[in-house]
């Protein structure tokens, strides 16, 4: 990786971490979403179903925490990802496979 594609992710990844952190989803879903976002890293089960827009398996997934901040979370997805790293299954799994990065 290059010095300024590393750079370019370190100051994506702690602009990231403060927008989340501001923005009431639960504090044990952060880390899922700063690797999904950052890294393409597959998220855990009730995130995969919230950025694939599957309700009835995010409802599966969820913990009361979670099923109780999925307002919040999906607020801060329409508002901080693009349109390249969530929304279906299909957009989901390009994410994850690195056919996208993300830009500012």
Do not use: C
């Not at 899922?32 to 995969?48: A, K, M």
């Not at 279906?88 to 690195?98: R, T």
């Amino acid at each position: 990786m290059q010095k300024n594609s590393m750079v370019h992710r370190d100051r994506a990844r702690s602009e990231l971490r403060s927008d989340v952190s501001r923005s009431g989803v639960p504090v044990h879903l952060h880390a899922g979403l700063e690797r999904y976002v950052i890294d393409h890293i597959e998220p855990g089960g009730f995130l995969l179903a919230v950025l694939s827009n599957d309700l009835d398996k995010a409802a599966m997934y969820a913990d009361v925490t979670s099923w109780e901040g999925l307002p919040l979370t999906m607020r801060f997805i329409r508002n901080h990802l693009t349109d390249q790293m969530w929304g279906s299954k299909a957009i989901v799994e390009l994410w994850l496979a690195g056919q996208y990065e993300w830009r500012e």
